[in-house]
């Protein structure tokens, strides 16, 4: 049998999906395959979360975008060495405890992997799947530059899509002015991952114009254009607020955010770890905070002292 005799079907046999059905975020969040991409740091996973808080609370709207569908359970595919951890701290308190389902994802490269994770998810029947991100769950020896690796990402990924469980994809847009810097194919992988989309995000932070959440949408009224802001609730952790912001309107300010030697000194403090010297503490906790030793060293020696087994803050000096 050929292809159109096996799959082909007419017109009448298509079911009809109206426009409200067709996002879980008007214009925005598809009810099939969407993705979410931007520069390394530019808040992706910052704006995973805020989609999800959003849909799992049932909230009115999300950046100005009426939130069509609310969602009892969301599934998040993380890649990234603690980003189960960060997760937490993004959305632990927002939501209730056991609307979010957190598994590791480690393509080995096997061929039943990825329809494992379809029949896994087609029993859990959760509201929306998200994989964060596209990059860390390639299989061993895959380039996402290459098309053959992209087409065969989105080939893995649709049968959960055509599953009826809408389906995020969190990845990066590539460096520079070559393929991918447009809307339409802005993700690392260019026109194959934005072809198997229903709708492309692409989250953009520049210095100048700040924060801007751009789309190219299937079946959207429009393609946004428009400048966000993102903060932290008023709660403990990293909860993410996102807004539209509106030109004209004052807002509102919201406290500085504690400067990240303070909030590791306390974090110090707190843990006791067992180095016992300022260059141990400074190799140990620089990953953690994305800074270098040499740097994070001075901040330590400044405010940290090892007396009596334990790590105590220096007293503050008179000017």
Same mark, same amino acid.
């Given at each position: 049998m050929?292809a159109?005799?096996d799959k082909g079907?007419?017109?009448?046999?298509?079911?009809?999906?109206?426009y409200?059905?067709?996002?879980?975020i008007?214009?925005?969040?598809?009810?099939?395959?969407?993705?979410?991409?931007?520069e390394p740091?530019?808040?992706?996973?910052l704006?995973?979360?805020?989609m999800?808080i959003?849909?799992i609370?049932?909230e009115?709207?999300?950046?100005?975008?009426?939130?069509r569908?609310?969602?009892?359970?969301i599934?998040?595919? %993380?890649?990234?060495?603690?980003a189960?951890?960060?997760l937490r701290?993004?959305m632990?308190?927002?939501?209730?405890?056991d609307s979010?389902?957190?598994?590791p994802v480690?393509?080995?490269?096997?061929?039943g992997? $990825? *329809?494992?994770?379809?029949?896994?998810?087609?029993?859990?029947k959760?509201?929306?799947f998200?994989?964060?991100?596209?990059l860390g769950?390639l =299989?061993?020896?895959?380039?996402?530059?290459?098309p053959?690796t992209?087409q065969?990402?989105?080939?893995s990924?649709?049968?959960i899509?055509?599953a009826?469980i809408?389906t995020?994809l969190?990845t990066?847009t590539?460096k520079?002015? =070559?393929e991918g810097m447009?809307t339409?194919?802005?993700p690392?992988?260019g026109?194959?991952?934005?072809?198997g989309?229903r709708?492309?995000?692409?989250l953009?932070?520049?210095?100048k114009?700040?924060?801007?959440?751009q789309t190219?949408i299937?079946r959207?009224t429009?393609? %946004?254009n428009v400048p966000?802001?993102?903060?932290?609730?008023?709660?403990d952790?990293?909860i993410?607020? $996102?807004e539209?912001d509106?030109p004209g309107l004052?807002?509102?300010?919201?406290?500085?955010p504690?400067? $990240?030697d303070?909030?590791?000194?306390?974090?110090i403090?707190e843990?006791?770890?067992r180095?016992?010297t300022?260059?141990?503490? =400074?190799?140990?906790?620089?990953p953690?905070v994305?800074?270098? *030793?040499e740097t994070v060293?001075p901040? %330590?020696?400044?405010?940290?002292?090892?007396?009596?087994?334990? $790590?105590?803050?220096k007293? =503050?000096t008179?000017a």
């Amino acid at each position: 049998m050929g292809a159109i005799k096996d799959k082909g079907r007419q017109l009448h046999q298509i079911e009809h999906v109206p426009y409200e059905d067709a996002f879980l975020i008007g214009d925005l969040l598809s009810t099939r395959i969407t993705t979410l991409s931007g520069e390394p740091k530019a808040g992706k996973t910052l704006f995973a979360a805020g989609m999800g808080i959003a849909l799992i609370n049932g909230e009115k709207e999300f950046i100005g975008q009426p939130v069509r569908r609310k969602l009892d359970h969301i599934v998040f595919g %993380l890649t990234d060495d603690g980003a189960p951890e960060e997760l937490r701290e993004r959305m632990h308190g927002a939501v209730p405890g056991d609307s979010v389902t957190i598994f590791p994802v480690e393509d080995p490269g096997h061929s039943g992997y $990825w *329809p494992g994770i379809r029949d896994d998810l087609i029993d859990m029947k959760p509201g929306l799947f998200v994989l964060d991100n596209i990059l860390g769950a390639l =299989a061993p020896g895959e380039d996402i530059s290459s098309p053959v690796t992209a087409q065969r990402i989105m080939r893995s990924l649709k049968p959960i899509s055509e599953a009826g469980i809408p389906t995020l994809l969190v990845t990066h847009t590539p460096k520079g002015n =070559a393929e991918g810097m447009s809307t339409a194919s802005s993700p690392i992988g260019g026109r194959a991952i934005a072809a198997g989309s229903r709708a492309v995000i692409t989250l953009r932070n520049s210095g100048k114009q700040g924060r801007r959440v751009q789309t190219a949408i299937n079946r959207g009224t429009e393609d %946004l254009n428009v400048p966000v802001t993102v903060s932290c609730a008023a709660t403990d952790g990293e909860i993410p607020v $996102w807004e539209r912001d509106t030109p004209g309107l004052k807002t509102v300010s919201l406290p500085k955010p504690t400067p $990240w030697d303070e909030a590791l000194i306390a974090r110090i403090l707190e843990e006791q770890p067992r180095e016992t010297t300022i260059k141990a503490l =400074a190799g140990k906790y620089a990953p953690a905070v994305d800074k270098r *030793p040499e740097t994070v060293r001075p901040k %330590l020696s400044a405010a940290l002292a090892h007396i009596d087994g334990i $790590w105590v803050r220096k007293p =503050a000096t008179a000017a």
